[in-house]
């Protein structure tokens, strides 16, 4: 019994400092995880914060870049927004054979074109674009002036759309008429460094609205617009042409642009585009054009009272087909018009079809792919290094006719104003790189009818044109 009393005094002694100890033990525990919660969370808001900053600065940062594709740009992290700054210059040195002062031939240096490209993207889902024109511009008098007008600043192209959808892009403003294959290339990368006689027929630009857009992995690209009025070969502004007498309706333009086999298993047939515009409008007004050889000088014009009243219709089936080095390009453009020569009491009214077509082809020798955007050297412009850049053989082939029915109405003089005319050139193309291209070139344009000061039934002297380019781009 006394033994037992003893160990529960022992036992006593052991578990009543502990029994006073163990709550004060759990306390300190208690506090102090909670302390450290506290800091801890204390720890993920700051990160949040600190986060949430990091983020709202990458948003708000700006990627600056520079280089022979894109020029000089400056766009958002998310590429929401985007400021894209280039342009390129074409100076020219043309040598007529005979110089012949007397049809407007006069041989010498110009600066073709003087363009500044400013484009761009605003949200994510619009894009802008400007182009104005400080070079030589002056294309429907004769080429032989010098005076600041052939200089004047003038409006390439200024539009704005919207890309939200890309098989439904909405565009409006000032460009190209989607119409002439050629004329809708961008001029940096034309074969020749003038369009061939198809865009004597073909409004070049105009101002208006259109809906296009690609589908089916881009084999089918589509655009249909509707414009304010611009004439064959005309670059319009809107508004009152400074030609004067432009009452011009809206017409419409619509093209459709195939390439069955791109991004296919049948490689040699890839790069074959085969497509049809067409445009139509009523026109009225004495807004007529003036027709111009490779050279730049006119050949054609309409006699004075001559005006435009009704429809005119215009067609263009084109084709291209690149494959490897070769590259092939051609259409043809139907323009029907009706015209009305007032002398008087004297009325004539009558319904003309003019015509044009062209075919050109390319050969890159250096091997590099030919494209319908241009040629890109394998190796840049390097003597020192044993390279050389990119050579391209070029050659073209072209006709214009104008319908007889408007010398037979008076509406055109043949003492003046051609018939028809004929032009085929030979040139190669030599590109430094990216951004540099050489271009010498030679072409002959010979004409039916039109011979300046002489009888209706002789000929205009035969055109020959030697062209130098040198062409710098960004």
């Not at 139509?280 to 014009?301: C, H, M, N, R, W």
């Not at 020798?365 to 391209?392: K, R």
């Given at each position: 019994m006394r033994g037992f009393r003893k160990v529960l005094a022992v036992l006593a002694v052991i578990l009543l400092p502990m029994s006073v100890s163990m709550p004060v033990f759990a306390d300190d525990s208690t506090a102090d995880i909670e302390k450290r919660l506290n800091?801890?969370?204390?720890?993920?808001?700051?990160?949040?914060?600190?986060?949430?900053?990091?983020?709202?600065?990458?948003a708000s940062s700006a990627v600056?870049?520079?280089?022979?594709?894109?020029?000089?740009?400056?766009?958002s992290e998310g590429g929401d927004y985007k400021l894209q700054i280039g342009g390129y210059i074409q100076a020219d040195a043309r040598e007529f054979a005979d110089n012949k002062k007397d049809l407007g031939y006069s041989s010498g240096f110009i600066a073709?074109?003087?363009?500044?490209?400013?484009?761009?993207?605003?949200?994510?889902?619009?894009?802008?674009?400007?182009?104005?024109?400080?070079?030589?511009?002056?294309?429907?008098?004769?080429?032989?002036s010098t005076a600041p007008s052939a200089y004047a600043v003038a409006l390439q192209d200024a539009w704005v759309d919207y890309k939200h959808f890309p098989w439904a892009t909405i565009k409006g403003g000032k460009f190209k008429i989607p119409f002439d294959l050629e004329n809708l290339q961008d001029t940096r990368y034309t074969n020749f460094p003038e369009?061939?006689?198809?865009?004597?027929?073909?409004?070049?630009?105009?101002?208006?609205?259109?809906?296009?857009?690609?589908?089916?992995?881009?084999?089918?690209?589509?655009?249909?617009?509707?414009?304010?009025?611009?004439?064959?070969h005309e670059n319009f502004y809107g508004g009152s042409?400074?030609?004067?007498?432009?009452?011009?309706?809206?017409?419409?333009?619509?093209?459709?642009?195939?390439?069955?086999?791109?991004?296919?298993?049948?490689?040699?047939?890839?790069?074959?585009?085969?497509?049809?515009?067409a445009t139509?409008?009523?026109?009225?007004?004495?807004?007529?054009?003036?027709?111009?050889?490779?050279?730049?000088?006119?050949?054609?014009?309409y006699n004075s009272g001559v005006s435009a009243d009704g429809p005119q219709l215009r067609g263009s089936p084109q084709f291209y087909y690149y494959y490897n080095s070769l590259g092939v390009l051609g259409e043809y453009v139907d323009s029907e018009e009706t015209l009305k020569y007032t002398s008087g009491s004297n009325i004539i009214k009558d319904k003309l079809d003019n015509r044009a077509w062209q075919l050109s082809g390319t050969y890159v020798?250096?091997?590099?792919?030919?494209?319908?955007?241009?040629?890109?050297?394998?190796?840049?412009?390097?003597?020192?290094?044993?390279?050389?850049?990119?050579?391209?053989?070029?050659?073209?082939?072209g006709q214009l006719a104008i319908d007889h029915k408007v010398f037979d109405d008076g509406f055109a003089n043949l003492n003046t104003s051609i018939s028809a005319e004929k032009a085929w050139a030979v040139g190669i193309n030599w590109y430094l790189n990216r951004n540099a291209k050489l271009v010498f070139d030679f072409e002959q344009t010979k004409f039916r009818r039109g011979a300046v000061n002489?009888?209706?039934?002789?000929?205009?002297?035969?055109?020959?044109?030697?062209?130098?380019?040198?062409?710098?781009?960004?």
């Open positions: 800091d801890l969370e204390e720890q993920v808001a700051d990160l949040k914060e600190e986060l949430f900053k990091k983020k709202q600065a990458a600056v870049t520079a280089n022979s594709k894109d020029g000089f740009s400056i766009k073709r074109r003087v363009r500044i490209i400013l484009q761009g993207t605003v949200a994510r889902d619009f894009d802008f674009y400007l182009q104005p024109e400080f070079g030589y511009n002056d294309t429907y008098s004769t080429i032989t369009i061939g006689l198809t865009g004597n027929l073909s409004p070049q630009r105009d101002v208006g609205f259109q809906l296009g857009g690609n589908l089916f992995k881009d084999r089918l690209t589509y655009a249909v617009g509707i414009f304010g009025g611009a004439a064959d042409s400074t030609a004067g007498g432009n009452n011009n309706n809206r017409y419409g333009a619509g093209r459709i642009f195939v390439q069955p086999f791109k991004a296919t298993s049948l490689t040699p047939l890839s790069g074959l585009g085969i497509g049809y515009a139509y409008g009523k026109e009225k007004g004495t807004d007529l054009p003036t027709y111009i050889t490779p050279g730049q000088a006119p050949v054609f014009s020798l250096t091997g590099e792919n030919a494209s319908y955007t241009g040629v890109i050297p394998n190796h840049d412009f390097d003597p020192l290094n044993g390279s050389w850049g990119a050579f391209e053989l070029a050659a073209r082939y002489g009888p209706s039934t002789d000929d205009r002297k035969t055109e020959n044109l030697f062209t130098g380019e040198f062409q710098l781009s960004l």
